[in-house]
């Protein structure tokens, strides 16, 4: 009986720290520079680049262009606050705060999920205003975009569980994992069209099912079974999350 | 039941051993001071004692819980502040003070309440609402122990508190730390200033190379070393043999200047104290202060810990 309550009452700390901690990276680092240029003009730029010179309608590239937004926006927040929260000595009041390190890990990565949430709106919008990108089905659009802004700053919390205060070598591994998955993920060519060795190599990406998920949210449609996409990501955030709270408790003892 | 009960702890890194198997516990309510010099093992040891880091052998417990087996519990009684201001620059006071009450789950109301009157008490609430990144070097510090005692702890650890503060700072802190011994917390207190130790603690640990090398009472550790008494002597000018003539004297085992004053280490006090105001008579000086003095805590420190001094720092001390 005592247990329970202990156990449901560090639930419901755990909760409250997680949410301080995303608030409190939403006001400390939102605004930082180097969060809007890697979260927001990167991959705008790489959608542009890529884009420019194919005889597709522009229009049908938006669900790709949301999915590369919240792959770079989610995973950007992390990767930079971690590092430097570990140089100036903050990352420390978290770990010797009662708040176990699933609670850490989820707390950053929600800030990275709100965040990516709030910039993928963009694109979202530009499709409809610019070039009036059908939206079928707006609730599975809008689950689609959190799991994946989910699964994706979970994926960066992950990667800054490396145990540096340097941000350009989070990065750096960051951009090794995140880079290649814009073209194993059927974004810029339809996983229908890939040869089969490259179409098998895409059903490891996270980003494969968020970008499917998405594209059902816009046209209706999706390569796998819409129950498929869901249960993956969810497994996606899970292990990722699980991995990272392992991680960040190894990497401090 | 002691605040802080360690037995065998010991850590390691690799091959090399950061605290090798210490013992020492802490009274509830208790001031204590741990001292040592750079690289003794005292951050590894609150480090193991705050659950951030993990120890590789033996054992500690906060208020009876295990660090290791039930950290969120020992965790739940503490409040840290480390050496290093860890505030956010980029929130305000405030700010920075709710969202340590936050991670310790205190209620909002409360947060509130005893966050407001931590400010007051620090002199931020008039910049309760400004950035922290515009605060002084002394109000950061003072705006990381608001932060460190916003949810009420049982026990505080302070890292070097007051180290490079400006006098006003220096003195809210020191007061604060009496007020809270008055109230009942427990404090753990590392400094380089060994005589903020000695006016504060009830008891100090001194550690060296990782192992405890003397745990009492200031006036306790200093009575050990008794051996280690002397004269502090100034005259109303310098004549250029002064330094030689007084370490020549009878009895005088080394000699230390410090500001306009002479300290010359003795076992023999008096006799010494003879021989000086001789020399003064002599070399037609005037005596401005004289007077013996017991070992200090730093003398114990420096002996126990075997520091060296500088081969002129003997003198330049």
Redesign the interface.
């Known amino acids: 009986m005592v247990e329970t309550e202990d156990s449901c009452s560090?639930v419901?700390?755990d909760l409250?720290?997680a949410?301080?901690?995303a608030?409190?990276d939403i006001?400390?680092y939102y605004l930082k520079p180097n969060i809007i240029v890697a979260g927001l003009l990167f991959p705008l730029f790489m959608f542009l680049a890529f884009a420019a010179g194919r005889t597709t309608v522009t229009g049908s590239l938006i669900p790709g262009l949301v999915a590369i937004t919240i792959l770079f926006s989610a995973s950007t927040i992390e990767p930079v606050s971690i590092p430097i929260e570990r140089r100036?000595?903050?990352f420390?009041?978290?770990?010797?705060?009662?708040?176990?390190f699933p609670a850490i890990v989820f707390g950053e990565s929600l800030s990275g999920l709100i965040y990516s949430v709030g910039i993928a709106l963009l694109p979202v919008v530009i499709g409809l205003l610019a070039f009036s990108t059908p939206i079928l089905n707006p609730l599975i659009l809008f689950v689609g975009m959190v799991l994946c802004a989910f699964c994706f700053s979970t994926m960066g919390t992950l990667v800054a569980s490396y145990p540096t205060e340097n941000v350009g070598e989070v990065m750096s591994i960051l951009n090794v994992i995140r880079l290649p998955l814009v073209f194993i993920s059927g974004v810029f060519i339809p996983l229908a069209d890939l040869p089969g060795v490259a179409r098998i190599i895409t059903f490891g990406s996270p980003l494969t099912y968020g970008y499917d998920l998405i594209s059902y949210g816009f046209h209706g449609t999706g390569y796998f079974p819409i129950f498929l996409d869901l249960a993956v990501l969810v497994g996606f955030c899970l292990l990722f999350q699980y991995t990272a709270a392992w991680l960040y408790r190894r990497f401090?003892? | 039941m002691n605040a802080i009960e360690v037995s065998g702890l010991e850590k390691r890194f690799g091959p090399i051993t950061a605290i090798g198997g210490i013992d020492f516990s802490v009274r509830d309510g208790e001031t204590f001071g741990f001292l040592g010099p750079n690289g003794a093992g005292k951050t590894t040891t609150i480090r193991i004692l705050?659950?951030?880091?993990?120890p590789t052998k033996g054992r500690a417990a906060i208020f009876g819980h295990d660090v290791v087996n039930e950290t969120?519990?020992a965790?739940?009684h503490?409040g840290?502040v480390?050496e290093?201001?860890?505030?956010?620059?980029?929130?305000t006071g405030w700010?920075n003070v709710a969202?340590?009450g936050?991670?310790?789950?205190v209620p909002r109301a409360e947060i509130q309440k005893r966050g407001t009157e931590l400010l007051e008490q620090f002199g931020l609430l008039e910049r309760q609402h400004d950035r922290a990144k515009g605060y002084s070097k002394g109000m950061k510090r003072r705006l990381c122990i608001a932060?460190g005692l916003v949810n009420a702890p049982r026990l505080l650890f302070l890292d070097e508190p007051t180290s490079g503060l400006d006098v006003q700072s220096n003195l809210i802190i020191r007061q604060v730390i009496r007020d809270l011994n008055r109230e009942g917390v427990t404090i753990f207190l590392t400094t380089h200033n060994i005589e903020e130790a000695n006016l504060t603690c009830e008891r100090v640990a001194i550690i060296n190379h990782g192992q405890i090398a003397a745990i009492d009472t200031p006036e306790r550790l200093k009575r050990a070393i008794s051996s280690v008494q002397s004269v502090e002597v100034a005259f109303d000018r310098v004549i250029p043999s002064l330094q030689d003539d007084l370490t020549g004297l009878p009895g005088v085992n080394e000699l230390r200047k410090e500001g306009d004053k002479f300290r010359l280490l003795t076992s023999d006090p008096p006799a010494l104290l003879l021989q000086v105001m001789d020399y003064a008579h002599q070399h037609g000086l005037a005596v401005i202060r004289v007077c013996t003095l017991g070992p200090t805590l730093e003398d114990v420190f420096i002996r126990l810990t075997g520091i060296e001094l500088p081969a002129e720092g003997k003198d330049a001390w």
């Open positions: 560090q419901i700390c409250n720290a949410w301080a901690i608030k409190k006001r400390t100036v000595g903050t420390e009041r978290l770990i010797s705060a009662p708040v176990t401090n003892e | 705050t659950g951030v880091a993990r969120l519990a965790k739940k503490l840290i480390t290093v201001s860890n505030i956010y620059d980029d929130l700010q969202f340590a936050s991670l310790y789950n932060m």
